[in-house]
């Protein structure tokens, strides 16, 4: 089969030639229709962060597809059939597995990281991990489901909190920030987005954002969140991955609010516990979503709650990765995908 591999940091991915996998007890291969672009992979392609499985190997890990081989025991899934990959398997055993909190799973694997990806024409996975992907929802744009939706819905609803009325504000509107903005205006939140970049605004007004901020326009952000919603937000999210961004938006909190931090950056952020103490702050990671909320989540994709389709703003065949990644550092469009 045809994949786009990964050879390590600072190369393109190369379209190679490799065989195709086969499934084992409780497997299914899938034909891989999509598979989102993620600035996951540009951590692993230009930071230096190390995949857990030793390069050469397939990353890409938001994918839909069809069903095309089934594994021995495996009864739940047909060929034929659409389905939706998680981006992370949980082992389901371990104390957070068995507490509800599978995606924090000590022995997670996550595909292009940890095990073979979806920029390939197959991919394997096990059936129990894997979701039908009703008809309503197309199978290119249901890719971007498995990560760039159900990790902010993860953020909004289990970690942040968010409830109907909350004003919220979301620094950074790319894939992922877009989708906070969503899910939290969706539910009923003020929403204030921030972005350096006035066509990912623009986005965000269309996703439901109440108020756009752009800092490269003015002085203080934090002063203009605390003017919009009368004394500070509730929520702030940071999806950027920035520690200077992470202390602006803890600024732009009232007493007792909450930060929730979405972006991956591996430095210390400035942080005054003097005020975190005295004005009950709260401090809160988030990482992917947990697999009993995906149903939820394609359930709001299915009857158009969260808009799925408007999200994917360009294609791109498996040949042009390097290209769709060429996009992503740019910051344009939404969300690309490959169609292996
Ligand atoms: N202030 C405001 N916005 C900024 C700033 C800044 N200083 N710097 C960058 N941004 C905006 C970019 O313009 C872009 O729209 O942040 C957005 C980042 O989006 P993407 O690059 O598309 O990244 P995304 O896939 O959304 O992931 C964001 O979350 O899951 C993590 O690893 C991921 O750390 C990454 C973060």
Not at 68 to 91: H, M, N, W, Y
Not at 224 to 247: C, Q, S, W
Not at 297 to 324: C, D, S, W, Y
């Amino acid at each position: 089969m045809k994949a786009a591999i990964f050879y390590g940091p600072n190369q393109p991915l190369k379209i190679e030639d490799v065989p195709k996998p086969t499934a084992g007890l409780g497997e299914i291969i899938v034909k891989v229709s999509a598979c989102g672009v993620c600035h996951t992979d540009l951590h692993y392609i230009d930071s230096g962060v190390p995949t857990f499985k030793k390069p050469p190997m397939i990353l890409g890990h938001e994918a839909s597809g069809i069903v095309d081989e089934i594994g021995e025991g495996v009864t739940q899934f047909k060929g034929g059939e659409r389905v939706l990959l998680p981006a992370v398997l949980s082992c389901g055993h371990c104390k957070f597995c068995r507490t509800g909190r599978e995606n924090i799973c000590d022995n997670m694997v996550m595909f292009g990281n940890n095990i073979d990806g979806s920029y390939a024409e197959y991919v394997k996975a096990p059936a129990k991990d894997t979701f039908l992907l009703p008809k309503e929802i197309p199978l290119e744009e249901g890719a971007i489901i498995a990560d760039a939706i159900t990790t902010p819905y993860h953020a909004v609803i289990n970690r942040g909190n968010v409830k109907p009325g909350d004003k919220v504000v979301v620094f950074g509107c790319g894939g992922v920030g877009l989708n906070v903005v969503q899910i939290a205006s969706t539910i009923g939140a003020y929403c204030i987005a921030v972005d350096i970049l006035d066509q990912k605004l623009e986005y965000a007004k269309t996703l439901g954002a109440a108020e756009v901020l752009n800092p490269t326009k003015l002085d203080r952000i934090d002063k203009e969140v605390r003017k919009l919603t009368n004394g500070g937000a509730d929520i702030a999210f940071e999806v950027i991955g920035n520690p200077h961004t992470m202390e602006l938006a803890f600024a732009c909190l009232r007493t007792g609010g909450k930060l929730v931090v979405m972006g991956y950056s591996d430095k210390n952020m400035n942080l005054n516990l003097g005020r975190t103490m005295y004005r009950e702050m709260g401090i809160v990671g988030s990482l992917g979503c947990r697999p009993v909320d995906y149903p939820r989540v394609i359930e709001l994709a299915r009857v158009g709650k969260i808009k799925v389709k408007e999200l994917v703003t360009r294609k791109f065949p498996l040949e042009g990765i390097n290209t769709a990644f060429d996009l992503l550092r740019k910051g344009e469009g939404i969300r690309s995908v490959v169609l292996p």
